[in-house]
């Protein structure tokens, strides 16, 4: 089977492509947990009152688990409307925990704090700049964008698409302060020596 070229998943990295894959349970980016970096920053994270924005939030572990740790103010956002379902019956009884489903590039809020967790490289490689300026477009003045990259090349196109380190800093630091872009110590097994904790501050 030939690989495809990235542009090529312009027309299918929509809702139906994301629903046929909750729906066939291809899911292999679910970890079944909430993510470690992020979980362990958010426990040095001061305000328990932040606006909080996850995009491409899939099972929204990490919405759980912050909601669990007294944060009162966490949007969901995903394109597909089958997960979207699932969600919004997972989180009946949370209401610090809201759940949209719409397209993340079409989101208008205001939010402090934005939360990376698989998204982006979910994204094709064209999308890359506008992904940084609608971050920038959401976040409020001085707001900051946490979580973690791939940082490595996966030899193949995706999703997921890769990169590294020095692309991610040009790409980025138009909008953004760079204030740590460095590798995982705590990823998970399956993903050690692959992954990038960022944290970057609104300009």
Known sequence: ????????????????????????????????????????????????????????????????????????DITLIDISEELVLRLREKFINTPQIKVMNGDFFRHQGRYDLVLEQTFFCAQVIERRQEYVSQIAALLNDGGMLAGVLFGVDFGKDGPPFGGNADTYRTLFGTYFNIKKLEPCYNSIPARAGSELFILFEKK
């Open 1 to 72: 089977m030939n690989e495809k070229n990235p542009a090529e998943y312009d027309h299918e990295l929509n809702a139906d492509f994301w629903n046929q894959r909750w729906k066939s349970g291809q899911t292999g980016w679910d970890i079944g947990y909430a993510s470690p970096p992020i979980i362990s920053f958010m426990m040095q994270y001061p305000d328990k009152k932040a606006s909080i924005l996850i995009p491409g939030c899939g099972n929204a572990y990490e919405a759980e688990k912050l909601a669990a740790m007294g944060f009162s």
